[in-house]
């Protein structure tokens, strides 16, 4: 890699709580907490938080480009954001990209955006043609780096060989979902094609929807729960057993199970998890945990406690 997209502090901010379920000022909060920490890529997507009522989309990069203008802070941050998945610009083909590109930009007021990401895949489009498309960006100058979320790893493979092969702009990070309660997609697949291609590797439902924060311990703790939809995925008998040994971890380094947790993924190789942070008051452990050294000893007892996640 030639970029530099997260700095000294290897986390990365989750903008997807922006005008969600963290109001402006909150949002504004915990973006000048983060920056003061010394973190800087801010992640974000053209369609958050299109899932809330009320919201159309575009909202979290509104709140971060207001941010921006507010603090004129854009030379201290890093932009990543995604195209693929919001309902007006669904798809990858080269016209939706590029006007959802110009959407983007305008919502963060800025005329570049650090790291663009395909979001999900459109198999309307040929390897060749992704290539194609987002390099034509770089070289427009309206984005820096490229990255690849959700698609599969074969996909992304033949991307990244189709740029190679045309001497094009190649991808330099993937995003995909990892933590100790969903390992097997990296460790099965996705962690190769970062290997072979000297990728950066992005986190994302680090923590599990919450289960890896240590607040949940049984099941009854997730009754009423706002995501217990999400965090029934991970509350069976293995995932609690699982929190057990992280708090065991965590207690002890003297540190949060979510400190614990990040850490983990940095011991794996990930280059920094992304991690969201509704309020300030949230935002140390998620710092701690880009901090935090774990031994080789608490990586095995964790490694062991989550291997039924592996499948």
């Not at 740029?163 to 995003?175: M, N, S, Y």
Request: aromatic letters at 8%; proline letters at 3%; charged letters at 25%.
């Amino acid at each position: 890699m030639t970029i530099d997209l997260i700095g000294d502090l290897p986390l990365v901010l989750g903008g997807n709580t922006f005008g969600w379920t963290s109001d402006e000022d909150e949002s504004f909060a915990v973006l000048d907490a983060f920056l003061a920490a010394g973190g800087r890529q801010i992640d974000t997507a053209d369609v958050y938080s299109a899932w809330a009522p009320g919201n159309d989309g575009g909202v979290s990069e509104a709140v971060i480009g207001r941010w921006l203008a507010a603090r004129g802070t854009r030379d201290q941050a890093v932009l990543a954001t995604k195209v693929g998945s919001l309902a007006s610009r669904k798809g990858l083909a080269r016209e939706n990209v590029e006007a959802a590109l110009e959407d983007s930009l305008a919502r963060l007021g800025t005329d570049c955006v650090d790291l663009y990401y395909a979001h999900f895949d459109d198999e309307t489009q040929s390897p060749a043609e992704l290539a194609r498309t987002f390099d034509s960006l770089v070289r427009a100058g309206k984005v820096g780096a490229i990255g690849i979320s959700n698609l599969s790893p074969e996909r992304q493979r033949s991307w990244i060989e189709a740029a190679r092969a045309e001497d094009l702009t190649v991808p330099v990070a993937i995003q995909v979902q990892y933590s100790l309660a969903h390992r097997a997609d990296v460790e099965s697949g996705y962690g190769q094609v970062v290997e072979e291609n000297d990728l950066a590797l992005f986190s994302y439902f680090s923590l599990a929807a919450g289960l890896l924060t240590g607040k949940y311990r049984s099941a009854a703790d997730l009754e009423g729960v706002a995501r217990g939809a999400q965090l029934t995925d991970y509350g069976t008998p293995e995932g609690f057993a699982l929190v057990d040994v992280l708090v065991d971890v965590a207690e002890r380094h003297d540190a949060e199970p979510t400190a614990v947790a990040l850490a983990w993924l940095r011991a794996k190789g990930v280059t920094a998890p992304v991690a969201s942070a509704r309020t300030t008051a949230q935002l140390p452990a998620l710092i701690a945990g880009a901090e935090l050294e774990l031994t080789s000893e608490d990586v095995a007892a964790l490694d062991a406690a989550s291997a039924p996640f592996t499948r």
